[in-house]
């Protein structure tokens, strides 16, 4: 038993491993077409299949949540923090903010409104819900009124 000590040879013509060469290439040709296609029409694609449609809940939380200068904000209570805990940059004069209402942190705009796009309703710090706890009722008249009118 064991290993033979002989091998039979496999001839392969060589005119087969050319036409399987000239495959591969084909191929490879093919699929830098379709990427470089596929990139150019994604790009020329119109702006509105682009574009983020905000929900309901996003606009009327944005509402709750108003855009500030950093520089506005009271001397009296500074923040806790002077960075963004998103995108951890400091904050500076005239940058635009967002102060949430309940738990009083504060990120950029920017930052902020990307969590929101992504249908995040708390706070990315603490967790605690971003619609004020007074408007609480008010919000969630607005989005059954809303839902009930796409019906």
Known sequence: M????????????????YIL???????????????????????????????????????????FLPVVSFSDLDGDSPPAAVGCALCLNDFAG????????????????????????????TCPLCRTHFVPYHKMEDYNQRVCIASQSQE
Not at 4 to 10: D, H
Not at 35 to 61: G, K, M, N, V
């Open 94 to 121: 005239e940058e635009e903010i967002r102060c949430m209402a309940n738990c009083r942190h504060i990120f950029h705009r920017t930052c902020v409104d990307g969590w929101i796009n992504r249908d995040q309703k």
């Open 21 to 63: 060469s000239f495959i591969a290439f084909l191929r490879s040709i093919a699929i830098l077409f379709i990427s470089i296609l596929d990139t150019y029409f994604s790009s020329a694609s119109s702006p509105e299949s682009q574009l983020h449609r905000p929900t309901l809940s996003e606009i009327l939380i944005r509402e």
């Open 2 to 17: 064991g290993f033979p000590g002989e091998y039979p040879e496999v001839h392969v013509p060589n005119i087969f491993i």
